[in-house]
């Protein structure tokens, strides 16, 4: 886990349940001694994020319907933490902060998650798009219970299913950074069989009784979870479009979650003549994933962006190692 995470050492289960009483009746002691909670059970799971937020984010009244993602929250932190540090690489290690860094989250979702850490982090401004509407109407409602969030995370909706950045942007808008969790399985029929390996894993009751309508921890559904051709198309299908716009987004980012899609999305890069691209590592627990970022901009006009939108930005902090430390929703543009 990221060394900035707010989660690096583990949950802080006292001071979540002391921020929630609502997560307070879901703590158990573990065989072990240690405190903990079902994390099978989608309540639980949902009322300790919402205890995170509210403490180590000053997130207030965060919630999400039922059947949306429910994501874990230090996971989301570290994508954020790690992109924080690849702007700082184009900034003499120094992570440029404040609204004036402007990111686009694509798939943003009910939950808000990457808007709402980024901003407590970093103060950075973000735009987030979702194809669902649905989905931006609860992102509305929690930006409006948060009202210092007003002006800092703007909402838009993407109408068509087939896009991505295509018909996204309006005229002028640039933005230092894109970021992307995308969707993982290839359909509904996918998303069920790996739900039902996990709950016959976890050993339940109901898995012993041979049960066939498992539930997500995590929640999530459509466009959440699922795409024709699944992440792998996903993100070549960003890599494609991000080639029609590319000196309005200095760095395109994107979890990769399956190893085995490497090796395509190298030569969809490769295909896409990008100027620069990385494969940054990233580790939670058990869990390997890793984070896909490309940039048509040389280092030299890299550095014409940190003068023109970075010189007057407040710096985080060094990523040196001794030093780690709207609404409204909108249409996308025709």
Not at 174 to 179: A, G, H, K, Q, R
Not at 276 to 298: T, V
Request: glycine share 8%; with cysteine.
């Amino acid at each position: 886990m990221h060394p900035r995470n707010k989660n690096a050492a583990g949950y802080d289960f006292a001071a979540l349940a002391a921020t929630s009483a609502a997560l307070a009746k879901h703590i158990k002691t573990t065989v072990a001694g240690t405190p903990s909670i079902d994390f099978a059970n989608p309540t639980a799971v949902k009322m300790l994020n919402r205890a995170i937020l509210m403490h180590h984010y000053g997130v207030k009244g965060w919630d999400i319907p039922a059947g949306y993602l429910c994501p874990p929250i230090p996971g989301r932190a570290d994508y954020l933490h790690s992109v924080a540090d690849l702007l700082a690489t184009c900034n003499k290690k120094n992570i440029p902060s404040g609204p004036g860094v402007r990111v686009l989250d694509i798939g943003t979702g009910a939950n808000l998650v990457y808007p709402l850490i980024g901003h407590a982090e970093y103060c950075w401004s973000f735009l987030g798009v979702d194809i669902d509407e649905a989905a931006l109407a609860n992102a509305a409602a929690i930006i409006a219970k948060n009202p210092e969030l007003d002006g800092e995370i703007e909402l838009r909706h993407q109408t068509v299913w087939e896009n991505i950045f295509t018909g996204l942007l309006r005229s002028g808008e640039v933005f230092d950074l894109s970021i992307c969790n995308p969707p993982f399985h290839n359909s509904p029929d996918d998303v069920h069989a790996v739900s039902q390996r996990k709950w016959n894993n976890l050993n339940k009751p109901g898995a012993k009784r041979g049960a066939t309508e498992p539930r997500l921890n995590f929640g999530g559904g459509g466009s959440e979870l699922w795409c024709n051709g699944g992440e792998r198309a996903f993100v070549k299908l960003m890599i494609e479009q991000s080639c029609n716009i590319p000196k309005r987004v200095m760095w395109f980012t994107s979890l990769l979650s399956q190893g085995d899609n490497l090796p395509h999305i190298e030569l969809a890069l490769k295909k896409a003549k990008v100027v620069e691209s990385r494969i940054i590592p990233m580790a939670q627990g058990q869990k390997q994933s890793r984070l896909i970022a490309w940039s048509f901009f040389g280092n030299g006009e890299r550095e014409k962006w940190r003068k023109e939108h970075w010189s007057s930005a407040p710096a985080f902090g060094t990523t040196a190692p001794d030093a780690q430390p709207a609404f409204p929703v909108s249409k996308s543009a025709d």
